[in-house]
């Protein structure tokens, strides 16, 4: 029986789906021991800081981690960063493998003028302010204006614009963060513009998600029908599945009775972005159309366009993405996920994608290292073990009872620390 050590850097859904590809692999010849390194004190990555509060239903995939967590083989070295607390290179001498799980955490650049004015913002910094994440919690979220535009056609532009348009009392049964919920009931947004810069036929929304906004109890959701039957032409006899599917559930949203609410959401097609304006902060975005020039007033500005990799020291990126072939980067390292393959897929892409990868990762594993782990590494340092991160799921969880949430998350650090027993 040969075992091999594997270190993966970070907790989220394509690291946990890596430490599941190794798991299988497991045979009488071959295990794996399986540490996993996250820099916050708490795993999950966007399951627990990306996916929207009002989508429950997604965050069930954090029972396939934990059974992940616990099936042997496995610890979690939460509270740990890669490039601060340890280096790669350290790492790297001593474990068969590493596997960068990092993702994709800075928003990319529209590139047009404006974008440094107070007002705008990127979805990677509103998404994780509104769902707890520690680094996030003072990002200014300017709420005092009745306008807001969403730049962008893909499911995050439509988290985004769903999170500002819905009246915030939907959010008291969710574990959105405490802090933006008492920030959005206070917010004079009543209108959200969501501007895709090409037509219906291209966006990259995806139908499930479409068809679930008819059912926003307490806003207005307008796409214009003109919009619809023109994409509809304009995706020929024989349009793709998935875009047939969007174009029907768009169209059902078009044809649906308007209601008589305050807030609205409103979807606009063939809107290119070309500057943002104001003096102190965002007064307006102007944008080309297919009729000309056009001008949206508004105090708050969110692109949703897609992310990049936060670079990783002795890792080489290029479009946002590390350098790789097929998951391979260099020596003993692979990549996996968004940092992999860039920002696109559902959670469940990262399962085949991680699988891929492990197989070529265990067609180069060589004789084992016999230098140590991580343990050698940190000693002074305050970690989260999967015990503390169990004991802090149970605080959070046992707080969220009696307010009929599934959690209240801790944003603190240091109280994440003390509630996991460190
Ligand atoms: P995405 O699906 O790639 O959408 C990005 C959007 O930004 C596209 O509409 C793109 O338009 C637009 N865009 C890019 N550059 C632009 C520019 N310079 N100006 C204006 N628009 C620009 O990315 P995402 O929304 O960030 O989502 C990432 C992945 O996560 C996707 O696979 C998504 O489905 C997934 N996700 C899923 C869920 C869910 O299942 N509920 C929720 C959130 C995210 P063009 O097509 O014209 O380039």
């Known amino acids: 029986m040969t075992q091999y050590k594997v270190a993966i850097v970070g907790a989220g859904p394509a690291g946990y789906f890596a430490a599941q590809a190794l798991q299988n692999a497991q045979s009488d010849e071959r295990t794996f021991a399986i540490d996993m390194i996250e820099r916050l004190p708490t795993p999950w990555g966007l399951v627990r800081s990306g996916v929207a509060p009002d989508h429950p239903k997604i965050k069930t995939v954090s029972k396939v981690f ?137 966006a990259a929304f995806t139908s499930p998600e479409l068809r679930d906004l008819p059912k926003l109890e307490h806003t207005n959701v307008i ?63 102007v944008f080309k159309t297919p009729n000309g020039e056009k001008t949206i007033k508004c105090g708050l500005v969110i692109s949703a366009i897609g992310y990049e990799a936060h670079p990783l020291d002795g890792i080489t990126y290029e479009k946002g993405k590390v350098v790789n072939n097929e998951g391979r980067v260099k020596e003993n390292i692979y990549v996996v996920g968004w940092a992999k393959r860039g920002p696109s897929g559902v959670i469940g892409t990262n399962k085949s994608d991680a699988a891929a990868v492990i197989e070529l990762l265990i067609s180069d594993l060589q004789t084992p290292k016999n230098s140590g782990d991580i343990n050698d590494l940190i000693s002074a340092h305050k970690v989260i073990t999967q015990t503390h991160w169990e004991a802090i799921n149970t605080a959070e969880v046992s707080s969220g009872e009696p307010l009929g949430k599934p959690r209240v998350k801790v944003v603190d650090k240091s109280e994440l620390l003390r509630l996991g027993g460190l």
């Not at 059974?67 to 001593?94: M, V, Y």
């Open 223 to 285: 796409i214009h029908k003109s919009d619809i039957d023109a994409a509809i032409t304009a995706a020929g006899d024989t349009p793709e599945k998935d875009v047939k599917n969007n174009l029907d559930a768009m169209l059902a949203i078009a044809e649906h009775e308007k209601t008589n609410h305050a807030r609205t959401m409103e979807f606009l097609f063939h809107h290119v972005p070309t500057e943002i304006k104001g003096t102190a902060g965002v007064q307006e975005v």
């Open 66 to 202: 934990e059974k992940i967590a616990t099936a042997g083989n496995f610890r979690l070295f939460g509270n740990i960063e890669l490039g601060t607390d340890i280096q790669l290179s350290e790492i790297q001498a001593k474990y068969d493998a590493v596997i960068i799980a990092t993702g994709t955490s800075l928003g990319r650049k529209l590139g047009i003028p404006g974008e440094e004015l107070a007002g705008y913002l990127s979805a990677a910094d509103f998404v994780p302010w509104y769902n707890a994440h520690p680094d996030y919690t003072a990002v200014n979220v300017p709420l005092d204006t009745d306008t807001a535009v969403v730049i962008g056609a893909g499911n995050v532009a439509m988290d985004v614009a769903r999170m500002l348009a819905l009246d915030p009392s939907e959010l008291d049964p969710t574990d959105t963060a405490e802090h933006a919920i008492a920030e959005l009931k206070k917010s004079n947004i009543r209108k959200v513009y969501i501007c895709a810069r090409r037509g219906a036929e291209h």
